[in-house]
């Protein structure tokens, strides 16, 4: 017979198989969208989208700040070893999908983020769900692109349009992580990391 500990447990496995499937997804579907999807594609660069009045990014931005989120919801679910394992896996596909001139810089960038975004999440967590996946995601999302616009192109021009339009992505999930901690309050089941 199951008791509810064992079916909390089940369900934090499944839940953190889900977002760490989603988080691994981000990777392609970020390098995709940048060849592909935009109102504007420049020739043998990206496609960019509006992310604010007048401001401009690479369409990928958005899975990038998604991807933040997952980590975290991954370890929320599974716990550090499986989130340091997550990053892991992250760097590996960025490197198997990015274009070759772009391989150092976005394994870079998503390994300094990443690991940046663990960092600030994981004392934040007990404080308190969202403010851990805020906090720690516009720390990643920043430093994400620093390190890629530094790396890829020797510039920050385009700094402004990468933070803002990783941080919609962010705020866009913030009613699921609401919902998500008061979920698991109802349930009465713990988080695993």
Not at 15 to 28: F, K, N, T, W
Not at 93 to 98: D, E, G, K, N, Y
């Amino acid at each position: 017979m199951m008791t509810e500990s064992m079916r909390q447990d089940q369900r934090n496995t499944l839940e953190g198989a889900l977002y760490l499937a989603l988080h691994a997804a981000c990777i392609p579907v970020a390098n995709w969208l940048i060849q592909h999807v935009g109102t504007a594609c420049v020739p043998n660069g990206p496609c960019l989208i509006p992310v604010a009045p007048g401001l401009s990014a690479p369409s990928g931005v958005l899975m990038i700040g998604l991807a933040l989120v997952l980590r975290d919801l991954v370890q929320r679910r599974l716990g550090l070893g499986w989130a340091i394992g997550a990053i892991l896996l992250g760097a590996v596909l960025s490197a198997a999908f990015s274009p070759p001139s772009l391989v150092v810089a976005s394994v870079a960038a998503f390994l300094f983020s990443e690991f940046a975004d663990l960092a600030v999440y994981t004392p934040l967590a007990k404080r308190g769900l969202v403010l851990a996946v805020l906090a720690s995601s516009l720390v990643g999302l920043a430093i994400d692109s620093i390190v890629f616009l530094y790396l890829a192109f020797g510039s920050l021009d385009f700094l402004i349009g990468q933070i803002v339009g990783k941080a919609w992505m962010v705020l866009l999930a913030l009613p699921f992580i609401r919902w998500l901690k008061a979920r698991d309050e109802d349930l009465g089941g713990q988080p695993a990391g």
